[in-house]
């Protein structure tokens, strides 16, 4: 059984939550900022283990949610008869008092590390004052039980006197088990052994604390939320527009270096330009857009965010852009789809045009960054490769034709379509699509809906 254990060497054992198809880029993140160990995944669950200050903990991009861990436990076997069932139910959840008791302390005190980093954060934006030393006064200060917490009692209290703590459980179910108890059941349930084995009491509006359960048939997943807010909603976002956790996941395996010019050619209200300007301070940032009404709402985002002056907005046409052949570091898009903004056949349509535009702004080493329905991603991957040839490169040895983005309407010395093909010397064509060598690929949820995120790098000139 994985338990909170690992608080005896300073270190605590959480989980996060994270959209389908992000775990491994949440992987990556909390082994990266937080130094964790012990990092595992499940879907939609990223467990890890590490002593990192709270402020960073919060600060993470890719999580939805951010929990102690109580315990992750075998799946529930739950025996035939109902009765005998909901027993086996109480007793793997709830387990061991001591556990609980245990995550109580830890969890009051993380809860003040909380509040601790947030008020330095406000703070720190409104008066500009030092992060360290508000951060020590505020954690000094913090309550210990959690009703101190909401009431602002800091006063001892012997055992008689003290407040019982109050709780809801939340819980999210599958398999057999989902549908031996709803979820309403299994709440009721878990939530009376708990009142019985730790004195604690059932409060669903306003409890001190929330307990979240997960069974499925694989797995049994127990912890105590930390964090109301939840990690993926942005205080510098003023309208909302692609996932905050998906356009950061897009941001990351865009290799953005210090400097670098940076575009998305179809920017919306600019999710992805805040979250790579975010990540990288010293990078420049160009969004166009067809539409002013998203352009004036990614300006209001862009003043919102205090990134004036780093982010220029431009209202063109991905199909034209602006800007000198090779003058891009990383072109990085989130390709219109779907009912919100659907341009029924004509984006298939479009997109060789479009990534063929994006390829000749790119400079050779730069990185393009797609996130495109499950149909135009199936149609760069297949249609356009399906006519893959030996690209005439000058630079760098030809990728292996499944991994290069080639025209459909190119076959061996016709010259095709793409009007703006360079004629070499020998007679052949320099196809579009033939510098983009694949780098990754990534099937992420939207919530409504599936996605992927595509990566190529350019690998040499036209
Ligand atoms: C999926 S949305 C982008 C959403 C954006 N990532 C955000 O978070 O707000 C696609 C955007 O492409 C724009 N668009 C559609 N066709 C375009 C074109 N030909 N050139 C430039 N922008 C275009 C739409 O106006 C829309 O804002």
Redesign the pocket.
């Known amino acids: 059984m994985d338990t909170v254990s690992a608080e005896s060497y300073q270190c605590v054992r959480y989980f996060c939550t994270t959209g389908s198809g992000l775990e491994p880029f949440l992987v990556d993140e909390v082994k990266r900022k937080l130094l964790a160990v012990d990092v595992e995944f499940i879907s939609g669950r990223v467990f890890f283990t590490t002593g990192a200050a709270m402020e960073s903990i919060i600060h993470l991009k890719s999580a939805e949610r951010l929990f102690l861990l109580l315990h992750r436990s075998p799946p529930i076997r739950a025996p035939v008869n109902q009765a005998k069932a909901a027993s086996v139910v109480q007793q793997s959840v709830v387990g061991d008092s001591e556990v609980w008791k245990g995550a109580l302390g830890t969890w009051s005190r993380l809860r003040a590390r909380l509040t601790g980093a947030k008020t330095t954060r406000k703070r720190k934006r409104e008066e500009g004052q030092d992060e360290e030393e508000e951060e020590d006064k505020h954690t000094e200060t913090q309550p210990s039980h959690p009703r101190d917490t909401q009431s602002g009692v800091s006063e001892p209290q012997t055992d008689s006197e003290q407040p019982r703590t109050t709780f809801r459980v939340s819980c999210r179910s599958s398999g057999v088990v989902a549908k031996r108890f709803s979820p309403q059941d299994l709440s009721r349930l878990i939530g009376s052994a708990i009142t019985k084995q730790l004195n604690w009491r059932a409060h669903l509006k306003e409890p001190d604390l929330e307990v979240n359960v997960y069974l499925s048939d694989d797995h049994c997943v127990v912890g105590i939320l930390l964090s109301s807010h939840p990690l993926a909603k942005r205080s510098y976002i003023k309208?909302?527009?692609?996932r905050s956790t998906v356009?950061w996941a897009m941001t990351s395996v865009s290799n953005t270096k210090e400097g670098a010019v940076i575009i998305?050619?179809?920017?919306?209200?600019?999710?992805?330009l805040l979250e790579a300007a975010q990540e990288c301070p010293n990078a420049c940032f160009f969004g166009?857009?067809?539409?002013v009404?998203?352009l004036q709402?990614?300006a209001e985002n862009v003043e919102y965010a205090q990134l004036t002056g780093r982010v220029q907005l431009l209202q063109?046409?991905?199909?034209g852009i602006p800007l000198p052949s090779g003058s891009v570091d990383v072109v990085i898009?989130?390709?219109?789809?779907?009912r919100?903004?659907s341009?029924g056949s004509s984006?298939a349509t479009?997109l060789p045009d479009?990534v063929k535009e994006m390829e000749r702004v790119l400079c050779v080493g730069g990185s393009l960054v797609l996130?495109l329905s499950l149909q135009l991603s199936t149609l760069l991957k297949k249609k356009i490769v399906k006519d893959a040839l030996p690209c005439p490169a000058t630079t760098a040895a030809p990728s292996p034709a499944s991994d290069t983005l080639l025209s459909s309407e190119t076959n061996a010395g016709v010259t095709h379509t793409h009007g703006e093909n360079a004629q070499l010397s020998d007679g052949l064509t320099l196809r579009p699509f033939c510098s983009l060598h694949t780098h990754s690929i990534h099937k992420v949820s939207l919530g409504n809906t599936d996605a992927v995120i595509h990566t190529y790098t350019k690998t040499h000139g036209h």
């Open positions: 309208h909302t527009g692609l356009a998305d050619p179809m920017c919306g209200v600019g999710t992805i166009l857009d067809s539409d009404g998203q709402k990614a063109a046409s991905a199909m898009c989130d390709v219109p789809f779907g919100k903004f341009c984006m479009a479009i996130l």
